[in-house]
């Protein structure tokens, strides 16, 4: 399991960070730090595997709210570690845009949805499962600055065995520095 993890979260790196320099050649790819709080909303869920689940992740972080629809691409890794072991990769593909706002304040609205990569591991509980599935995520969010970025977003995601670890991610990340390309 830590191996595949592993590999997850380096292909999340290196997809993400191609993504980006694609998206922005000009102004280059925006690498920062996330803190992210994810809440099942299955009682089960919580229960087994925790109520949140917390994470800090460095790695590349869009700074963009697009004036129109644009597409829009993401790979999250959501995991946590408790009386149950979780892990899910959704890589979901769909549109995002900015709203209103002014330089300094951007708000936002993306809608994504794709497949999944999941694992479950409760020893106590006797579970031990690996699927693949389907992810919808819808999220809003605010850009400040055009370095810090708040998010709220809510992943509907198709269960696996009796679990159902859909649930909703609140994040803050702020962006360190920009590699030129």
Known sequence: MRVCRAVLVAAWVLCSAVARAEEAPRRGLGLGVTLSTVVPSSGRARTVFGDAWTSVRFGPLSTSAPDRWRFDWDV?????????????????????????????????????????????????????????????????????ADRFVLEVRYDWVSSFGRHNLSGMTLSAGVKLFTLRL
């Open 76 to 144: 999250a890794v959501l995991d946590n570690r408790r009386v149950g072991e979780a892990l899910l990769v959704p890589l979901t593909f769909g549109a995002t845009r900015g709203f209103g706002g002014s330089r300094g304040v951007r708000p936002f609205v993306a809608v994504r949805g794709g497949p999944f990569y999941g694992e479950v591991k409760a020893d106590a509980l006797g579970v031990r499962r690996t699927a693949i599935g389907a992810d919808l995520n819808v999220s809003a969010g605010v850009v400040l």
